[in-house]
């Protein structure tokens, strides 16, 4: 995907593509589509945790 792709992104877009990251093992990537999400949707309670979930993944 291009990144001018990603401007467009909304904060369930971001979320979306955090599950397909988290799914690869890929956790740090899906930290920064979560940053974005939560950017997009500060409120946006489910992305926090997940978001922690993910570091502590990474023992963080």
């Given at each position: 995907?291009?990144?001018?792709?990603y401007l467009?992104?909304?904060?369930?877009?971001?979320?979306e593509?955090?599950?397909?990251?988290t799914?690869?093992?890929?956790?740090r990537?899906a930290i920064?589509?979560?940053?974005q999400?939560i950017?997009?949707d500060p409120a946006?309670?489910?992305?926090?945790?997940?978001?922690?979930?993910?570091?502590?993944?990474?023992?963080?």
């Open positions: 995907m291009k990144k001018t792709e467009s992104f909304g904060a369930q877009d971001w979320y593509r955090r599950q397909r990251l799914q690869d093992g890929r956790h990537e920064e589509a979560l940053n999400a950017a997009k946006w309670a489910e992305a926090y945790f997940v978001r922690g979930a993910c570091y502590y993944t990474l023992g963080r």
